[in-house]
């Protein structure tokens, strides 16, 4: 599975953004967004199993919305209220076992899309 990431750009404090992910195949039972801001670790964002449960980061809980679109193959996670702190490159992921906030339960990774919120 091939994950294409698009969606990233500048954006103000308190603006919003919606990231795509588009997948080479049918989308995975588990998909999510994982984000790495300069000179730190890479972090979980939100997850969506395929009953459309979500789990969320409690950074990003009520500001953040993951949503997948089965007959598309894509994935969405829209991005409201954003602050400086959410700057980082924002990865697609795709895996099978629920729940999880792990990287390493994730099978396959999209190349990344950044995001920059200036304040």
């Known amino acids: 599975v091939q994950l294409q990431a698009s969606g990233g750009g500048l954006v103000q404090a308190g603006g919003s953004l919606r990231l795509s992910c588009a997948a080479s195949g049918a989308l995975s039972a588990t998909m999510g967004w994982f984000r790495q801001a300069p000179g730190k670790e890479r972090e979980f964002v939100a997850t969506?199993?395929?009953?459309?449960?979500?789990d969320y980061a409690d950074s990003v809980k009520g500001r953040f919305t993951i949503s997948r679109d089965n007959a598309k193959n894509t994935v969405y996670l829209q991005m409201n209220s954003l602050k400086s702190e959410d700057t980082a490159v924002y990865y697609c992921?795709?895996?099978?076992?629920?729940?999880?906030?792990?990287?390493?339960?994730?099978?396959?990774w999209g190349q990344g899309t950044l995001v920059t919120v200036s304040s």
């Open positions: 969506i199993r395929h009953s459309n449960t979500a």
């Open positions: 992921v795709a895996g099978s076992v629920w729940p999880t906030r792990y990287t390493s339960a994730y099978n396959y």
